[in-house]
């Protein structure tokens, strides 16, 4: 046990060790047997790209390379040059956090490039009442501290309502140039087939908050002209389809009857009198039935409920067989969905987890896919696995 080999091992061991090489040996070795996040068509890297964020809502990838993320108790924050900024964007308008609300979507406008105005939607109130409102304001970046200025509000929901649910809150902007606002019904849900106030509804407005041209319910009377579509329960993915430019959307059911829709100028989609979701715990029915003549019927159904948050279509280079499919977020689901599309039809459904409660999901011009986990407070980019 004491030969001179014995010895001469034993040295070079307590060499090694005191310069930190055994561990570094561990650490690379580790990294190796770290497997790739499996799916039906690619292996994932998945990196982090920002951690301890505090109820993330959603992601903006701006033409810039900067990122911006809301956290819904009311910062906005700043990725540049792939670091978490520690400062949040000053100049916000205060915030109310109530229940789902706070500080919820944020898109960068068409013109970004040229104007630098980012769009928000958050949630403003008081101890009795609270609705969804969106602002507008220029974005300027000095070294490591970010800040909004000529901050305007362009849209506010009317009524508000006491309850701390359904805030709707994504915005896209369309072709033309105006901005679809998704708004939920406040948990007033019978409000959601009445033309003469928002709850329930998807309002389109110019980029000032102005009725644009088009809007289907311009000329009828008792209605509010921003309207573009009623009968939602509360959306809260919402995406452009990158050819036909229609809005498709998706919507929580209460227990189970989460929807996908295509959104079309002037239609009803039924809630509360036409669903798929029962009331909760009880499970009774809600309304007349399953189906109506004159209301859409949905692309997709989710029974039991999967809780769909954010949406978008890949168009990239980096999944080529991933092409033309729908990603969303499931927070009930704890999952990244992919739905297969055949035209505007639903063919498959794949269920990615390791992500926690996805609350957003974008697709970069990198082609990469962005994951905003609510439940683990990351930033995530997805790429194909060497």
């Given at each position: 046990m004491n030969s001179p080999s014995l010895k001469i091992i034993r040295s070079i061991f307590a060499v090694i060790h005191s310069c930190g090489l055994i561990v570094a040996a561990f650490s690379v070795s580790a990294q190796a047997q770290e497997s790739p996040l499996k799916t039906e068509r690619y292996s994932l890297k998945v990196e982090t790209l920002a951690s301890g964020l505090v109820s993330p809502w959603s992601v903006a990838l701006l033409p810039d390379g900067l990122i911006l993320v809301t956290e819904k108790p009311g910062s906005l924050r700043v990725l540049r040059d792939g670091k978490l900024l520690a400062a949040p964007v000053s100049g916000l308008p205060k915030v109310t956090v109530r229940g789902q609300g706070g500080l919820l979507d944020v898109v960068a406008h068409p013109g970004y490039r040229q104007n630098r105005l980012v769009y928000w939607s958050?949630?403003?109130?008081?101890?009795?009442?609270?609705?969804?409102?969106?602002?507008?304001?220029?974005?300027?970046?000095?070294?490591?501290?970010?800040?909004?200025?000529?901050?305007?509000?362009?849209?506010?929901?009317?009524?508000?309502?006491?309850?701390?649910?359904?805030?709707?809150?994504?915005?896209?902007w369309d072709r033309s140039g105006n901005l679809f606002i998704t708004l939920g019904d406040r948990a007033r849900q019978d409000e959601a087939q009445n033309l003469g106030n928002h709850l329930g509804t998807v309002v389109r407005v110019t980029e000032t908050g102005a009725i644009p041209d088009g809007n289907p319910f311009v000329k009828r009377e008792g209605a509010l002209p921003e309207i573009f579509t009623y009968g939602n329960r509360n959306v809260q993915g919402a995406a452009l389809h990158p050819r036909s430019g229609e809005l498709w959307a998706h919507e929580h059911g209460p227990q189970g009857g989460d929807e996908l829709n295509i959104l079309r100028a002037g239609r009803n989609y039924g809630w509360p009198v036409i669903t798929y979701g029962r009331t909760y715990g009880l499970g009774k029915q809600i309304g007349e039935g399953t189906e109506r003549a004159d209301i859409p019927k949905a692309l997709k159904t989710w029974i039991p409920s999967i809780a769909p948050s954010g949406l978008t279509f890949y168009t990239g280079a980096l999944f080529p067989a991933w092409r033309d499919s729908l990603f969303l977020g499931a927070l009930a689901g704890q999952a990244l969905v992919r739905l297969t599309l055949n035209g505007d039809t639903v063919v498959g459904e794949e269920r990615i987890a390791g992500f926690g409660r996805v609350r957003d999901v974008r697709e970069g011009a990198d082609g990469a896919l962005y994951v905003l986990s609510e439940s683990t407070g990351r930033l995530l980019r997805l790429t194909p696995a060497p």
């Amino acid at each position: 046990m004491n030969s001179p080999s014995l010895k001469i091992i034993r040295s070079i061991f307590a060499v090694i060790h005191s310069c930190g090489l055994i561990v570094a040996a561990f650490s690379v070795s580790a990294q190796a047997q770290e497997s790739p996040l499996k799916t039906e068509r690619y292996s994932l890297k998945v990196e982090t790209l920002a951690s301890g964020l505090v109820s993330p809502w959603s992601v903006a990838l701006l033409p810039d390379g900067l990122i911006l993320v809301t956290e819904k108790p009311g910062s906005l924050r700043v990725l540049r040059d792939g670091k978490l900024l520690a400062a949040p964007v000053s100049g916000l308008p205060k915030v109310t956090v109530r229940g789902q609300g706070g500080l919820l979507d944020v898109v960068a406008h068409p013109g970004y490039r040229q104007n630098r105005l980012v769009y928000w939607s958050f949630a403003v109130g008081n101890e009795s009442e609270v609705g969804t409102e969106v602002a507008r304001g220029r974005l300027d970046c000095q070294r490591d501290l970010c800040s909004l200025s000529d901050v305007q509000v362009i849209f506010v929901q009317k009524p508000k309502a006491s309850a701390g649910q359904h805030f709707g809150s994504r915005l896209v902007w369309d072709r033309s140039g105006n901005l679809f606002i998704t708004l939920g019904d406040r948990a007033r849900q019978d409000e959601a087939q009445n033309l003469g106030n928002h709850l329930g509804t998807v309002v389109r407005v110019t980029e000032t908050g102005a009725i644009p041209d088009g809007n289907p319910f311009v000329k009828r009377e008792g209605a509010l002209p921003e309207i573009f579509t009623y009968g939602n329960r509360n959306v809260q993915g919402a995406a452009l389809h990158p050819r036909s430019g229609e809005l498709w959307a998706h919507e929580h059911g209460p227990q189970g009857g989460d929807e996908l829709n295509i959104l079309r100028a002037g239609r009803n989609y039924g809630w509360p009198v036409i669903t798929y979701g029962r009331t909760y715990g009880l499970g009774k029915q809600i309304g007349e039935g399953t189906e109506r003549a004159d209301i859409p019927k949905a692309l997709k159904t989710w029974i039991p409920s999967i809780a769909p948050s954010g949406l978008t279509f890949y168009t990239g280079a980096l999944f080529p067989a991933w092409r033309d499919s729908l990603f969303l977020g499931a927070l009930a689901g704890q999952a990244l969905v992919r739905l297969t599309l055949n035209g505007d039809t639903v063919v498959g459904e794949e269920r990615i987890a390791g992500f926690g409660r996805v609350r957003d999901v974008r697709e970069g011009a990198d082609g990469a896919l962005y994951v905003l986990s609510e439940s683990t407070g990351r930033l995530l980019r997805l790429t194909p696995a060497p």
